[in-house]
């Protein structure tokens, strides 16, 4: 399959020496899936900074929170009740734990291709009972004056979309978790539509029904309901196993085009597109056959999870037709490439 996506020649724009770890005694394992948006005349992303313990020779450790602090967990890896054959996820004794524990951190640039950590500007991190392995892969939304960080909260418990909103990038206010689990992949629109919040997502079922794009709407961006679905997997194709929305719809004279990621059950990550209609978001218009993106660079097809593209952010350039898709490339660097809207929608069917 080919793309028609044109990479940045710099990428990857980071990687995980680029930045410090949170704390001494952790490294950053990967950095994953930026959020991004515009403020104070700079591109910004919000990257998911997924770190761990220096491991040692015997021993699987990992970071946890708890109402006290950060605990660090470690097992034999000879202990015959731990499965560690995947990278990202570990079961002990009965019970799923992650590998890394993410928070998210921003990064900011004056170019769209060189980005540093600025100043003054604070962590976000997992707090409460219901993020207590993580957040992860934010979304962000500038909505009549105020951003909408959408993320994936991660605990015991499950995994869920919270929410955080602010206006200075200083203080937030915390909503919580606003979608239960299993639901993960949330954007909001980035203006209402008849009077109405609305948001892509993604709940998922492992007995019934599957891992697909779902449309919710709401009159004070908090209360969700009137769900819809909307993108389904697709048997034999590149987006079989899963799919889910990437950054907030773009509006277009043709429609909501949503760039969106879709999985294989090789777990091999490409993107794609849908188009929405403008006055009924539940109407699906068209969508790609074949993918606008799939893993071909080097460090695309290698990293810490392979053969993977995966975007929850975009610029929406001022010629009406660049977009810049910032992008987590094999589950270890951030990167970005260049589109062009009409090309998107040429392939739409």
């Not at 879709?262 to 539940?282: I, K």
């Not at 090309?343 to 069917?349: E, M």
């Amino acid at each position: 399959m080919k793309d028609i996506a044109r990479r940045f020649a710099a990428n990857p724009l980071l990687a995980p020496a680029d930045l410090k770890p949170s704390r001494e005694g952790l490294q950053i394992a990967c950095l994953l899936n930026p959020g991004v948006f515009e403020y104070d005349g700079k591109t910004w992303m919000l990257i998911r900074v997924a770190e761990r313990p220096v491991q040692k020779d015997g021993i699987i450790s990992f970071p946890v929170l708890t109402p006290t602090g950060m605990r660090i967990m470690e097992i034999a890896t000879d202990d015959p009740e731990l499965d560690a054959s995947d990278p990202r996820v570990i079961t002990y004794k009965g019970a799923d734990y992650l590998t890394t524990l993410s928070h998210l951190r921003l990064v900011c640039s004056e170019d769209g291709i060189r980005f540093y950590e600025p100043g003054g500007y604070p962590l976000l991190q997992g707090s409460g009972i219901l993020e207590a392995f993580g957040i992860e892969d934010c979304r962000v939304t500038l909505l009549e004056g105020r951003y909408y960080l959408t993320f994936t909260a991660v605990s015991e418990n499950g995994v869920g979309v919270g929410m955080r909103t602010t206006v200075n990038w200083d203080e937030f206010e915390n909503h919580g978790m606003i979608l239960p689990p299993h639901n993960k992949d949330c954007a909001i629109f980035e203006e209402k539509v008849n009077g109405l919040y609305y948001m892509l997502h993604r709940p998922s079922s492992v007995d019934l029904g599957g891992n697909y794009i779902w449309l919710a709407s709401s009159p004070d961006g908090l209360h969700w309901g009137n769900h819809h679905c909307l993108v389904k997997t697709r048997p034999g194709k590149w987006d079989s196993a899963r799919v889910g929305a990437g950054a907030a719809p773009i509006k277009t004279e043709k429609g909501w085009l949503e760039i969106y990621h879709g999985a294989n059950e090789a777990h091999e990550y490409c993107l794609g597109a849908v188009l929405l209609d403008l006055q009924d978001p539940s109407k699906v218009l068209a969508r790609t056959d074949t993918p606008i993106m799939v893993p071909s660079a080097d460090y695309e097809l290698n990293g810490f999870f392979g053969k993977v593209v995966f975007t929850n952010g975009h610029i929406v350039h001022p010629d009406g037709d660049t977009i810049t898709v910032y992008y987590g490339a094999a589950d270890e660097f951030v990167c970005g490439a260049d589109f062009s809207l009409k090309a998107i929608l040429d392939l739409l069917k």
